[in-house]
């Protein structure tokens, strides 16, 4: 088996573009090779910030050659009385390269099996490989030259080998060869002679085109520096990976800022650092931090200083600015900036932060009281949740909002509890990191997120495939795992219906709203239980109780009798309209009156479990009732009653989940 490379080569790349392209690319070949029946054990792509590498390992030669089988016309067409070919009968043959005797009849067609000898893969490779590359999508592409296809940045060299030899390909306006580049500041012009040097020939050149590799010399180089200082590191996947991406062959420079800088809340040094900067913040063993932090730098040599000098005076103008900021801010108490927020608009028609802030603090209280829960620091947490929003700290640092808040509330001599719930009413910050731990978090956060939400769809914008407006996607899913993390018990259907009645304009979108939820709360739970056991738990207004609705989806998941499905959907497809009271005395047939009394014994006591085990076990009465009642009888008062009875027991089922969706 063979071994086949493409490296395209390009001006630097974004960083956010290089992991779609190494999974696109990863996928068209993948496509590429099976469509075309070409064997191939694996698809291995990898990049840096200038190129871009496919190597295919354990490739065939060629396709396979295959026999099919070609329909032609109907028989009495191909052939004439005296079984000679008419002039359709050769025209089909000679098309498929047969002879006369090679074709067949079979339902009165004429068939005829072709050998078709399987391409070579070069040539598949010349034919595909550039309409793959074209394929590629991603932000900001544009035009390069007097190019008419458009890419991330522009092209610079090509290669392309099939074992020992140049496949040659032409991917936009740039011809293969079998010649690619070092980094930047090493050698050129490398000569590639097969695909299995071309990996070590590179790493010669300073570049480690593995991004893997190249992550985990990140890691490594890092925590030497931090060992040399008794230091640990807290490095963000996002972050990591951003720093793989932007460069070829990572070297780590451990560099100081004055400590004075440590006097301003934690969270903005480290944001300056890794956001802006892209730095990897150093701590203590106990998670304070330390003014010290390491910089990988693309870099070939052994002279730093410079380095450490250029990074030091990016970092002091930034960190100067903040430590102004938070002096300037400090000067009055939190509360101070409440007013402010009057002159910040949340949302076109619906009012103010500060008028946001209103609603907050109206809902806050109605959770509260929903939970029973009475703590005048629910109130104060909602007070002031938004008044970092006017501070300079939060303008210059947005994304730090509810942090500075925390931190300005200690300041301002605000309880410990207060200063948490106004950090953690943002949480869950994303899909992945965690929930609100006070309870003054947890009740501000789902105030303030159900209003957000309310208002996004009160004002006509609700989001659709390509829209977030507000972000209300991530707000409906930190409710819902806020209210299940902490086993919330909280109607979210009134909650809805208070948060429109609060907002300045009215609109009718309160079942839209409830929609959104489920869908969102399918979708979030899509990956431990079944889709339609999802659905069919969803149909008994989840947002009423999330929790039970969980609780439901668990029962339900952990089976449910066939005989009780058949039962429980025979049940459902009768009964098409409401129907009124059982009257006993209308009872016409013994089995009547035993599912009557069978129904009585169903009684929910707080274990979906031991409820759906209680309708098991009226099984056979059910079943009797069907086998011996004629449901639809002549008198009318029987039959209504008939259709009572079932009724009831529709109700049974029906508080566990629609079984027709099972």
């Given at each position: 088996m063979s071994k086949y490379l493409l490296e395209v080569g390009v001006e630097e790349l974004p960083y956010k573009f290089i992991p779609m392209a190494i999974s696109q690319l990863k996928s068209g070949f993948e496509t590429f090779l099976n469509d075309n029946n070409v064997e191939y054990k694996n698809v291995n792509v990898m990049a840096t910030p200038r190129r871009l590498a496919v190597i295919v390992d354990g490739i065939s030669a060629s396709q396979p050659d295959s026999k099919k089988i070609v329909k032609g016309p109907i028989a009495k067409v191909a052939f004439d009385e005296n079984n000679n070919l008419t002039k359709a009968g050769e025209g089909f043959a000679n098309k498929n390269g047969v002879g006369a005797d090679e074709l067949y009849i079979e339902d009165n067609y004429v068939y005829a099996k072709i050998f078709v000898k399987g391409k070579n893969t070069k040539d598949l490779l010349k034919e595909n490989v550039p309409v793959i590359f074209s394929k590629l999508q991603g932000p900001h592409f544009m035009r390069w030259g007097n190019n008419d296809v458009k890419f991330s940045r522009p092209i610079r060299w090509v290669l392309s080998i099939f074992d020992g030899e140049e496949v040659k390909i032409k991917i936009i306006d740039k011809e293969s060869s079998n010649v690619t580049n070092g980094h930047r500041f090493s050698k050129q012009n490398i000569v590639i002679n097969n695909p299995d040097e071309y990996v070590s020939k590179l790493r010669e050149a300073y570049v480690i085109v593995n991004q893997d590799e190249r992550k985990e010399r990140i890691l490594e180089l890092t925590k030497k520096e931090a060992d040399k200082l008794n230091a640990i590191t807290n490095i963000s996947d996002d972050l990591l990976e951003e720093v793989t991406f932007i460069c070829e062959y990572p070297v780590a420079v451990t560099c100081s800022f004055d400590e004075e800088f440590l006097?301003?809340?934690?969270?903005?040094?480290?944001?300056?650092?890794?956001?802006?900067?892209r730095y990897f913040a150093l701590y203590t063993k106990e998670g304070k931090l330390i003014n010290k932090f390491v910089t990988i730098t693309n870099y070939i040599g052994d002279e730093f200083e410079n380095i450490k000098a250029g990074n030091l005076r990016v970092i002091k103008a930034r960190l100067d600015d903040a430590v102004f900021f938070f002096k300037e801010d400090t000067k009055k108490p939190l509360e101070a900036y409440v007013e402010n927020l009057k002159g910040m608009t949340f949302q076109k028609g619906m009012g103010s932060v500060y008028d946001k802030t209103q609603r907050i603090i109206k809902l806050s209280e109605n959770i509260a009281a929903e939970l029973q829960v009475s703590k005048p620091s629910i109130k104060r947490t909602a007070e002031l949740c938004k008044a970092d929003l006017a501070t300079n700290l939060v303008f210059e640092f947005t994304e730090l909002q509810g942090f500075i808040g925390a931190d300005y509330a200690r300041v301002s001599g605000e309880s410990p509890e207060v200063a948490a719930g106004i950090k953690e009413h943002y949480f869950p910050l994303n899909a992945d990191s965690e929930t609100a731990?006070?309870?003054?978090?947890?009740?501000?956060?789902?105030?303030?997120?159900?209003?957000?939400?309310?208002?996004?769809?009160?004002?006509?914008?609700?989001?659709?495939?390509?829209s977030d407006p507000l972000g209300v996607r991530r707000a409906a899913l930190g409710i819902i795992k806020t209210v299940l993390e902490h086993n919330l018990k909280l109607n979210?259907?009134?909650?809805?219906?208070?948060?429109?009645?609060?907002?300045?304009?009215?609109?009718?979108?309160?079942s839209d709203i409830e929609e959104f939820f489920v869908q969102r709360l399918i979708i979030f739970l899509n990956g431990e239980y079944s889709k339609n056991v999802l659905e069919a738990c969803a149909e008994i207004n989840p947002t009423n109780d999330l929790c039970d609705y969980v609780k439901r989806v668990k029962a339900v998941s952990a089976g449910i009798d066939e005989k009780l499905l058949e039962n429980a959907n025979r049940v459902m497809r009768i009964l098409k309209d409401k129907t009124g009271d059982v009257n006993p005395a209308l009872f016409a047939l013994p089995a009547e009156k035993e599912l009557y009394e069978a129904v009585k014994t169903v009684e929910f006591k707080g274990d979906y479990n031991d409820y759906i085990n209680s309708l098991d076990k009226i099984n056979p009465v059910v079943t009797k009732f069907f086998d011996d009642v004629l449901v639809m009888d002549k008198d009318e008062n029987i039959k209504n009653n008939r259709l009572a009875l079932l009724n009831s027991l529709k109700n049974k089922y029906i508080m566990v989940a629609d079984f027709q969706k099972l």
């Amino acid at each position: 088996m063979s071994k086949y490379l493409l490296e395209v080569g390009v001006e630097e790349l974004p960083y956010k573009f290089i992991p779609m392209a190494i999974s696109q690319l990863k996928s068209g070949f993948e496509t590429f090779l099976n469509d075309n029946n070409v064997e191939y054990k694996n698809v291995n792509v990898m990049a840096t910030p200038r190129r871009l590498a496919v190597i295919v390992d354990g490739i065939s030669a060629s396709q396979p050659d295959s026999k099919k089988i070609v329909k032609g016309p109907i028989a009495k067409v191909a052939f004439d009385e005296n079984n000679n070919l008419t002039k359709a009968g050769e025209g089909f043959a000679n098309k498929n390269g047969v002879g006369a005797d090679e074709l067949y009849i079979e339902d009165n067609y004429v068939y005829a099996k072709i050998f078709v000898k399987g391409k070579n893969t070069k040539d598949l490779l010349k034919e595909n490989v550039p309409v793959i590359f074209s394929k590629l999508q991603g932000p900001h592409f544009m035009r390069w030259g007097n190019n008419d296809v458009k890419f991330s940045r522009p092209i610079r060299w090509v290669l392309s080998i099939f074992d020992g030899e140049e496949v040659k390909i032409k991917i936009i306006d740039k011809e293969s060869s079998n010649v690619t580049n070092g980094h930047r500041f090493s050698k050129q012009n490398i000569v590639i002679n097969n695909p299995d040097e071309y990996v070590s020939k590179l790493r010669e050149a300073y570049v480690i085109v593995n991004q893997d590799e190249r992550k985990e010399r990140i890691l490594e180089l890092t925590k030497k520096e931090a060992d040399k200082l008794n230091a640990i590191t807290n490095i963000s996947d996002d972050l990591l990976e951003e720093v793989t991406f932007i460069c070829e062959y990572p070297v780590a420079v451990t560099c100081s800022f004055d400590e004075e800088f440590l006097t301003i809340p934690q969270e903005v040094a480290v944001t300056v650092m890794e956001t802006h900067q892209r730095y990897f913040a150093l701590y203590t063993k106990e998670g304070k931090l330390i003014n010290k932090f390491v910089t990988i730098t693309n870099y070939i040599g052994d002279e730093f200083e410079n380095i450490k000098a250029g990074n030091l005076r990016v970092i002091k103008a930034r960190l100067d600015d903040a430590v102004f900021f938070f002096k300037e801010d400090t000067k009055k108490p939190l509360e101070a900036y409440v007013e402010n927020l009057k002159g910040m608009t949340f949302q076109k028609g619906m009012g103010s932060v500060y008028d946001k802030t209103q609603r907050i603090i109206k809902l806050s209280e109605n959770i509260a009281a929903e939970l029973q829960v009475s703590k005048p620091s629910i109130k104060r947490t909602a007070e002031l949740c938004k008044a970092d929003l006017a501070t300079n700290l939060v303008f210059e640092f947005t994304e730090l909002q509810g942090f500075i808040g925390a931190d300005y509330a200690r300041v301002s001599g605000e309880s410990p509890e207060v200063a948490a719930g106004i950090k953690e009413h943002y949480f869950p910050l994303n899909a992945d990191s965690e929930t609100a731990k006070s309870i003054e978090g947890q009740v501000v956060g789902i105030a303030d997120k159900i209003d957000t939400i309310c208002a996004v769809f009160a004002a006509g914008k609700k989001p659709t495939g390509s829209s977030d407006p507000l972000g209300v996607r991530r707000a409906a899913l930190g409710i819902i795992k806020t209210v299940l993390e902490h086993n919330l018990k909280l109607n979210l259907s009134d909650l809805i219906g208070r948060a429109l009645e609060y907002l300045p304009v009215k609109a009718d979108v309160k079942s839209d709203i409830e929609e959104f939820f489920v869908q969102r709360l399918i979708i979030f739970l899509n990956g431990e239980y079944s889709k339609n056991v999802l659905e069919a738990c969803a149909e008994i207004n989840p947002t009423n109780d999330l929790c039970d609705y969980v609780k439901r989806v668990k029962a339900v998941s952990a089976g449910i009798d066939e005989k009780l499905l058949e039962n429980a959907n025979r049940v459902m497809r009768i009964l098409k309209d409401k129907t009124g009271d059982v009257n006993p005395a209308l009872f016409a047939l013994p089995a009547e009156k035993e599912l009557y009394e069978a129904v009585k014994t169903v009684e929910f006591k707080g274990d979906y479990n031991d409820y759906i085990n209680s309708l098991d076990k009226i099984n056979p009465v059910v079943t009797k009732f069907f086998d011996d009642v004629l449901v639809m009888d002549k008198d009318e008062n029987i039959k209504n009653n008939r259709l009572a009875l079932l009724n009831s027991l529709k109700n049974k089922y029906i508080m566990v989940a629609d079984f027709q969706k099972l």
